[in-house]
């Protein structure tokens, strides 16, 4: 049988979602802890890879268990055999046509920005500090440049290894939420560090060293190198992923930052 999971946690002591031989993965932990539940291994499959120090609202896996369990025993034994840092938030069975990746419709992330003079000391590993404020209303205009289909060239890593550069953005917010500024993009699908880049570029707009045109120009050259450092990964969240019916999985608007 096909279970699906909802998983949220905290990047900061993973080296990623990603299983690896010599580091600490959220996947290996997850992992481990379905397989003790299911008194055998299980291998499990995610909607999207987070990098080292990227957390997650909302992380959709999905397994295969001839384990015969129901959905509040996967999600309260996995929650016992796991760190703190992690947390299935809802287990349920899925159809057979169910894939966390290839199923998903639409993907969104959020990346958090503390702008402020004095760092932040709770949310050291959660956002990025920013020193001086930033002109959220100018960062806004700048961000409806992104909106829609485009060659995001400029705005993936060089070691990027997707076949086509062509992304299609529905949703890019700005919002200003006492000293933080929150950016909210989703789309159907993300270059390698998009995000991250993207509001490296915002930023940077923010703090006044570019027009809001300079993303016109970015598109339109599709050179990396023109463009912003990638903001560090510690300020970003896989927010939500949506998928069409009949699969319900319940990660949707109601994961994303407070």
């Known amino acids: 049988m096909r279970y699906g999971l909802v998983i949220e946690y905290d990047g900061s002591a993973f080296h990623g979602w990603q299983r690896q031989p010599h580091a600490e993965s959220v996947q290996a932990c997850v992992e481990t802890a379905l397989s003790v539940v299911a008194d055998t291994p299980v291998a499990t499959t995610c909607a999207g890879r987070t990098d080292s120090g990227v957390h997650a609202l909302a992380q959709v896996v999905h397994f295969d268990s001839d384990a ?3 959905p509040h ?4 034994g996995s929650n016992a055999n ?11 069975v899925v159809g057979e046509g169910f894939h966390a990746r290839y199923s998903a419709a639409e993907r969104t992330y959020q990346y958090r920005i503390t702008s402020r003079p004095s760092r932040p000391a709770l949310d050291a590993q959660r956002a990025w500090h920013i020193h001086e404020p930033l002109d959220v209303a100018t960062m806004r205009r700048a961000a409806k440049h992104l909106l829609g289909e485009h060659d995001f ?8 290894q997707a076949n086509t550069p062509h992304r299609h953005v529905s949703e890019l917010e ?18 390698q560090n998009m995000v991250r880049i993207v509001t490296g570029v915002l930023v940077d707009i923010g703090r006044g060293k570019h027009h809001p045109d300079w993303v016109t120009v970015l598109l339109a050259n ?6 912003a450092a990638t903001a560090p990964a ?10 069409l019916e009949p699969h319900q999985v319940p990660s949707d608007r109601r994961h994303r930052l407070p």
């Open 174 to 191: 700005i919002e200003a939420r006492d000293d933080d500024v929150v950016i909210t993009i989703s789309a159907n699908a993300f270059l």
């Open 82 to 92: 796991l760190p703190a840092t992690v947390s299935v938030i809802w287990a349920g």
């Open 234 to 243: 510690h300020g970003l969240y896989l927010a939500a992923v949506r998928y």
């Open 73 to 76: 025993a996967w999600r309260l």
């Open 222 to 227: 599709a050179d990396r190198t023109a463009a």
């Open 153 to 160: 060239s400029a705005f993936r890593s060089a070691g990027c």
């Open 68 to 70: 015969q369990r129901r």
